[in-house]
């Protein structure tokens, strides 16, 4: 098969160990935002469309795991390894536009996974305890919810149906359980035969993406799931399955038309898939190591890669489209992979907002990985 021409990638340096996990903000009046989590206990702020650094959350003692912004910017939230005087293990909670750290909440071992509510009022963790938990952000101090039946130690967490599901899947355990949020009863199953390393819920809320093993899946997440949950209509139809060249560690789907999806692992290449078709439509190579994170931005006309040799890649997809009205089957192998033009710089206001940032690089201490 021809393979599209290789696109010439952003290449993001500041991190000093493997970039494990990346999250984008939505689009926001001062345009959108890309975070990284890395082994190095530094996470990352950066100019989502350009690349350019903002600044470094500085604090964390241990390996950070993940990472993730509400929906307007303005917090960040980071998960991690590391010990603290509170003589545990601890995510913490951190202001975007100053870099001030506004809370640590306490853990009894590592965390793995943090991820805020649609509303931004509440933060679900989960990691090697087995337990998710549901923290206020509104009453900090409030000892949090607790759902403590995880069949595993847990590695992904995200929401859906406006903050009525959430969504975790374990280290150790295949398959995606969905949890009902008001009786804290996992009410579905998604099978998978590996346990899954990416779990993405779609921009519009219709699909999840799950990567497990040499398989990408797609699930009908169902929107009207709350609203049937007790007429026990719950569908989440496996949607497409698509065996992979190589293992994978985290897969995409494009937000925009969803005609294609990115995905990301041990080979070191970035490959693009039709949707529709599995095909191979383009494959980018530029990491000197594994890709463990790859997420498409909010509009789609990029995407960014993580990787095992500590760099973030952010790679153009050229235009959407030519005419919104085509289909995505129209649109959907004629998306070639190009050289970056005409970025924009951050814009003077929001360096104003970061100027708080510690941008040294001193007193960074080794981190915990185990």
Known sequence: MDKKKAGVPL?????????VDLSYSPVTPDGFFLISASKDSTPMLRNGESGDWIGTFQGHKGAVWSCCLDTHALRAASASADFTAYMGWVRKLWDALT?????????????RACAFSEDTHLLLTGGYEKVLRV??????DAPPREVDNSPGSVRTVAWLHSDQTILSSCTDVGGVRLWDVRSDKIVRTLETKSPVTSAEVSHDGRYITTADGCTVKFWDSNQRFWLVIFTCLLSFGLVKSYDMPCTVESASLEPKLGNKFIAGGEDMWIRIFDFHSGEEIGCNKGHHGPVHCVRFSPGGESYASGSEDGTIRIWQTGPLSQNENLSPSDNGTSLANGPIEDRKDVSDEVIQKIEGFDLSEEGKTEENES
């Open 11 to 19: 290449v993001c340096h500041g991190h000093s160990r493997p970039v």
């Open 99 to 111: 870099g001030d750290e506004l809370h640590s909440f306490e853990h009894k071992h590592i965390v």
């Open 135 to 140: 923290f206020d952000l509104n009453r900090t």
